[in-house]
């Protein structure tokens, strides 16, 4: 790999200023000799990029004066996206200890070039005001673009008034409710059949954490007066039939609402098969797992000094058989994208909260760096999936199923030239010790992986240049997303033939 520059800068998709509000400037790039791979298609060619979009794709283009990008021996990616992160979000008395600053580099230094993060509102407040809360959050420290899913705690008269404002206003087209969390986070089955129905009528997507909210109360109260108190029981008191239980029972409702549905994180077969059930119904309904479910198991939370503090998160790792079963739904495409549900606590002084009492050890780990490199060394080079099947569930879908789709997830004319010039041979090992995010361990320590992000740019910057951070603390643009009714009927814009065809 040689000579990766850094210039240029924001764009719009089809004029000087898009719906998202970012301006089009920046000067052109042409990137050579690498293997250009998206969901449909892998082939070799060049791609020119001016303005933060890719302008031409073809043999031999001329460089008309544009910088050279060498990317020989190299996957040319559409920038990844990431459905899934938890950025400065306070949880159980702390905060994630990563924000958006920390939090977007470590994605970039992964090949993730957008993240859709989670604004949580407070009951009883304004939506408004909890989307400004987040935008506070992001303002100035993100280097790649993102946008929110919102929270749905409750539904009276005044937020079902609301959310078509925020659709229209905002931008913010899914709706996250969780049935989990009694006491804090949980709304109850009637919020979200009446939040599915709103969704059905504005064409917004419902996203939920299925797990049964109140039975996992009366475990974990059984649990802690039986003396239990060691992190393991934190899995035990969240089996995986309360998470296959609730994920059927949000199909149903989604059903009933003739709704869509996307259910986050699925961790085991019971809910895979739930959603594999809807699916052969002909519901809209979709699911997401993540690294940590397909890699790692319960017997981590087991480890001695409360080490297996570390890998609590819920819902918690299952027993290692359900891997198979995911993986497997992956490839039938019954799950469909890859979060990496991002939500860091230092072990010491944030999860040693839980000394003594595992329901208050804050739930979450950091994923965000590894998602892109895992999913490619353990699915596409163990032959679980194809290569296609990983620039699908690790960028295409989630631009179409949140609204983004084509101007993110894919490489075409005309699309954000966000992409990933990726080594598929280069071998290391991943530690705490080298990766960018701020907290003080990691989930997959130890774990060698062949394939790792060598440049990434974003509209045609360069955010990481040759394993090097060049990018820029608020250069990320918030992105206002289609509704899902848009995003369901967009097709993939057709390649540009070659001479060489298909590799």
Partial sequence: MSNHGTSGGNNSFNSNINNSGYEKRGTGK????????????????????????????????????????????????????????????????????????????????????????????NKGEPLQKAVA????????????????????????????????????????TSFKVFMAYKHTLQADDGTLYQTLKVARKHGALVMVHAENGDVIDILVSEALSAGKTEPIYHALTRPPELEGEATGRAAYLTELADSQLYVVHV??????????????????????????????????????????????????LREAWNQDVLWSALASGDLQT????????????????????????????????DRFSLLYSEG?????????????????????????????????????????????????????QTHHMKVDYSAFEGMKVTGEPVSVLVRGEFVIRDKQFVGTPGYGAYLRRDSFRIAEQVRVPERIPTEEGII
């Fill in 30 to 121: 042409l990137i050579r000799n690498g293997i250009i791979v998206t969901a449909v298609d892998t082939y070799k060619a060049d791609i020119r990029v001016d303005g933060g979009i890719i302008v031409e794709i073809g043999l031999r283009l001329e460089d008309q004066g544009a910088e050279i990008i060498d990317a020989s021996g190299c996957y040319v990616f559409p920038g990844g996206i990431d459905p899934h992160t938890h950025l400065d979000m306070p949880f159980g008395g702390t905060v994630t200890c990563d924000d958006f600053a920390s939090g977007t580099k470590a994605a970039a230094f992964g090949g993730t070039t957008t993240i859709i993060d989670f604004c949580l509102t």
């Fill in 380 to 432: 596409v080079r163990k032959g679980r999936i194809t290569l296609n099947q990983f620039v699908n569930m690790i960028s295409t879908a989630s631009a179409r199923l949140f609204g983004l789709f084509p101007r993110k997830g894919t490489i075409a004319v005309g699309s954000d030239a966000d992409l990933v010039i990726f080594d598929p041979n280069q071998e290391r090992t991943l530690s705490a």
């Fill in 267 to 316: 961790t085991c077969a019971e809910a895979a098969w739930k959603i594999q059930e809807a699916r052969k119904k002909g519901l809209r309904v979709y699911g997401e797992t993540c690294p940590q479910y397909l890699l790692l198991e319960q017997s981590a939370l087991e480890k001695p000094n409360f080490e297996g503090a570390k890998y609590v998160w819920s819902p918690p």
């Fill in 338 to 369: 890859i979060g990496s549900d991002q939500c860091s606590f230092h072990f010491k002084g944030q999860k040693e909260l839980g000394r003594g009492d595992f329901s208050k050890i804050p739930n979450g780990g950091p994923m965000i760096e």
């Fill in 133 to 172: 809360r987040w935008h506070d959050k992001a303002l100035g420290k993100a280097v790649i673009d993102y946008g929110f899913h919102l929270m749905v705690s409750e539904l009276n008269a005044e937020v079902l008034e609301e959310l078509p404002v925020i659709m229209e206003k905002e931008g913010i």
